[in-house]
């Protein structure tokens, strides 16, 4: 399939005037949750909601990270989720469950976001 990034916006769920532009996320349909940088959730106010979250990486090492709500958008698209504290040397990431927040989909031809949708009719 390949891999791509994508900018987002992420604001804070309770005061929208507080935002932050995350230029770099990559696109991992098999993340479930997305990770934005801690320092950028702090600079909005983001609220650590749930702690010690044990995550399992690819190479199956054992991480815990903090969990907080935020509004993610892209271009016209929005949504509300989880996000992850990432810290320093954690991948940046756009999970599923964001991106089935957003009624968005991967095209790996094109290496971009495209609205979902109903399957074209045979």
């Known amino acids: ?49 749930k702690k010690d979250v044990q995550f399992v990486m690819a190479n199956g090492t054992v991480i815990t990270r903090s969990v907080g709500f935020a509004i993610l958008r892209i271009g016209k698209d929005f949504t509300i989720d989880e996000v992850v504290f990432a810290e320093p040397g954690d991948l940046l990431l756009l999970g599923a469950r964001t991106l089935e927040g957003l009624n968005l989909t991967v ?16």
């Open 1 to 49: 399939m390949g891999t791509f990034h994508t900018a987002c916006t992420i604001e804070n769920h309770i005061d929208r005037s507080k935002s932050v532009r995350v230029p770099k996320l990559l696109v991992d349909t098999g993340s479930e949750h997305t990770w934005v940088p801690t320092g950028k959730l702090r600079k909005i106010g983001v609220a650590r909601e």
């Open 107 to 122: 095209d790996s031809t094109k290496k971009k976001l495209v609205a979902s949708g109903p399957a074209p009719a045979a």
